[in-house]
């Protein structure tokens, strides 16, 4: 009965907005986030590596090339995320998972374009999402890549394709698994619009980078089908802390 109230008064604008993160009473800045979790959920924007995303250095410095990426380069040519994949963005990008919802979309897509930032030069020419293989998709009823990739697309003016790139088959998921079985469980997992992506730059959107392994694959199949340039975007960069 209460939660009914609440839920009223809430849509007559009666009540203060909370934070989405915490609940705490905020007014309505930063996204609707409190002072706290905005601090907390700020983007990352230096002192990492541009392509694998590893972070190494002290935020103020701009991003240089790791010396891994100098031996093996990745198959995108960039890499864009917002933030390290730990504390309340973890939380966000799995309660957004499991549970929707719009307050969260909304956050998360405002994160997704400041991950992308003013990067003007380098607007795709198409935007695809990560997909979810049909019965993952039946079970949770949307798939988050879409509705980030939406977002930028809304935002950059550039079309989204979603059936750019599809699952061909069923896969573990990947958070099962380690490092080297990542690798064995994606390939070739994936098909690509060959029609749609032809001579086209490309922009892979996913929320959460691990491992790297899932949109490793997903580049190469684009490169296989004749892309002329990959960026990838995620939310959030999985880190290993320092030991
Ligand atoms: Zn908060
Ligand atoms: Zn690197």
Sequence with gaps: ????????????????????????????????????????????????????????GDENTPPTLCSECHLTPLPWDRLYFH?????????????????????RTRLLSDFALTAFGNNTERIPDAIIPVPLHTRRLLWRGFNQSTELALALGKALDRPVLKSGLIRTRHTIPQTQLGMKDRQTNIK????????????????????????????????????RAGASGVDVLVVARAQQEPA
């Design 1 to 56: 009965m209460l939660r009914a109230l609440e839920n009223f008064a809430s849509r007559l604008g009666l009540t203060a907005a909370r934070c989405p993160i915490c609940s705490a009473i905020t007014d309505r800045n930063n996204g609707g986030l409190c002072p706290t979790c905005a601090v907390e959920l700020r983007p990352h924007l230096g002192g990492h590596c541009p392509q694998c995303g590893t972070m190494f």
């Design 83 to 103: 933030g390290r994949y730990s504390g309340p963005l973890r939380d966000l990008i799995l309660s957004y998972k499991f549970n929707g919802g719009v307050g």
């Design 188 to 223: 070739d997992a994936f098909a690509a619009d060959e029609k749609g992506v032809r001579g086209k730059t490309i922009l892979v959107v996913d929320d959460v980078y691990t491992t790297g392994a899932t949109l490793t694959e997903c580049t190469r199949t684009l490169n």
